[in-house]
């Protein structure tokens, strides 16, 4: 919804056009639990370096003037999750993947879950 002042978002970055994301065509789709997916215009030029891929969860600081284009001043950074000790006693698994994981014709996330299961 529209905001005069700064504000926070969290969402997922998408494209809006077939063809390769570029700084005209950057969308964030939001949860579907706080906002029913919806999906909101980004203008990335008030920001002097950014690095975006479809797909990637990000949290932005901004305003949304209007409601149609959210305009970030900062990509702000993510929260380092606790790290746990490894035990001796236990086996280790490690397994690696490189991504982006969701399909160049839609942000569907079942090529991951079928690597996971």
Known sequence: KPSQG?????????????????????????????????RVSVDLRALDKYS?????????EGTN???????PTKILDAVPLKTRAISPDKPVTVFGACGPTPLKIALSYEPLADLLS
Do not use: H, W
């Open 52 to 60: 975006l891929f479809p797909g990637q969860i990000v949290a932005l």
């Open 6 to 38: 700064e504000c926070k978002v969290v969402g997922r970055v998408c494209c809006d056009s077939t063809g390769k994301m570029n700084a005209s065509s950057v969308v964030l789709e939001g949860s579907i639990d706080v906002s029913y997916g919806k």
């Open 65 to 71: 003037p209007t409601g149609r284009k959210f305009i």
